[in-house]
């Protein structure tokens, strides 16, 4: 982790700006054409959700912007992120597991089944999970395969400081069009649209070299 000096950084009065806001995050919601990337799942005998969910690990740790955060009042950018991911359980409930990028898909897919076998046998609120959920290198995901979506909004706390940790959402993918809803949510101090917007190139890019 590394200080991001505010006498040189561009975005230093938009940080000052925006980082005493009450509700200082905004949030998109895009469709992904994810056709080639879900005919190439299928072709390799991938799990979907394996492969999109490395693309966006990949990306965001690709993309400079996506790594910076605000930690004892002070934007950083962090080295490596890993995704905090909520997957379901049999009863309905689900569980946040601990997701870090790998070399490759076939590397991804074993690390993402280790990972499910492990904390979706834990409790939800395990001291594991608290001390996980004080790091800054990390990002929220979810996933909601169940229905297509146009906006999102998230549950929202005022315990703890907000360090800035992007959400994402994906929804359920549409086989006729091959689109798929992602909500962003970001923190304003940190990006603008225009990152956001950086940001889904740069996923696409990635989406694109895996399918080639």
């Known amino acids: 982790m590394k200080k991001i000096n ?5 975005r230093a009065e938009h940080y000052h700006f925006f980082k005493g806001f009450d509700k200082p995050h905004f949030n998109i919601t895009t469709n992904l054409d994810l056709s080639l990337l879900y005919r190439y799942a299928k072709q390799q005998q991938y799990s979907f959700t394996d492969c999109y969910l490395y693309c966006l690990l990949k990306a965001v740790n690709s993309y400079t912007p996506m790594r910076h955060r605000i930690v004892d009042g002070l934007p950083v ?9 909520v997957f379901l359980k049999e009863d309905d409930t689900f569980r946040f597991i601990p997701l870090s990028l790998q070399q490759n898909i076939t590397e991804f897919a074993a690390h993402t089944a ?3 076998a492990i904390y979706l046998n834990k409790t939800l609120l395990d001291e594991q999970f608290k001390l996980r959920e004080t790091s800054a290198a990390q990002i929220h995901v979810s996933i909601l395969p169940w229905f297509n979506f146009s906006s999102f909004s998230h549950a929202a706390t005022s315990l703890g400081t907000c360090v800035g940790i992007p959400k994402f959402v994906f929804g359920q993918y549409q086989i006729e069009s091959g689109l798929m809803p992602l909500n962003i949510e970001v923190h ?3 990006l ?6 950086q ?3 740069t996923l696409n890019k990635v989406i694109s070299e895996v399918v080639k």
Do not use: C, I, N, R
Not at 77 to 85: I, K, Q, R
Not at 192 to 197: I, K, L, Q, S
């Open 6 to 10: 505010l006498d040189t950084w561009p």
């Open 114 to 116: 280790k990972q499910k």
């Open 77 to 85: 950018e962090v080295d490596e992120l890993m995704a905090s991911t």
């Open 188 to 190: 304003h101090a940190l």
């Open 192 to 197: 603008d649209g225009v990152h956001v917007a």
């Open 199 to 201: 940001f889904l190139t």
